[in-house]
């Protein structure tokens, strides 16, 4: 039963940092294709970065450069992504996925598990 549960989400000024965390449960994330995604208000939900084992990460190209951080640590399970400088616009609900594919698909609908999100609200 494959599932992740997101967490670190929360209220944060303008300039702060997180780090958010997708564990993973029923599968195991070194031989699996992980990724990171977020949904702001009114917007689509958009890829960040995915990590695979065939191809390492994996940049979507939705976020800003030197910002964004996504790591795994294989013996927890857990996939991380640190967000440092954070800003108004960064708010949105931050999902971690999966999919049965052995690479990052570019297609948000490819991942087929989700987590329930975690809310990164920052404020000015």
């Known amino acids: 039963h494959v599932q992740l549960v997101e967490s670190g989400g929360g209220l944060v000024h303008t300039g702060g940092s997180l780090r958010l965390s997708c564990a993973a449960f029923?599968?195991?994330?070194?031989?699996?294709?992980i990724g990171w995604f977020r949904q702001s208000p009114g917007k689509e939900r958009e890829g960040l970065f995915c990590?695979?084992?065939?191809?390492?990460?994996?940049d979507y190209g939705n976020s800003e450069k030197g910002r964004f951080t996504m790591s795994s640590d294989n013996a927890k399970n857990i996939a991380y992504l640190q967000i440092n400088t954070l800003k108004p616009e960064d708010t949105a609900v931050y999902y971690c996925?999966?999919?049965?594919?052995?690479?990052?698909?570019?297609?948000?609908?490819?991942?087929?598990?989700w987590g329930q999100g975690t809310q990164v609200t920052v404020s000015s």
């Open positions: 029923g599968f195991t994330l070194e031989n699996a294709a």
């Open positions: 990590i695979s084992r065939r191809d390492g990460v994996t």
């Open positions: 996925a999966t999919t049965n594919l052995e690479y990052c698909s570019k297609f948000v609908g490819d991942f087929a598990w």
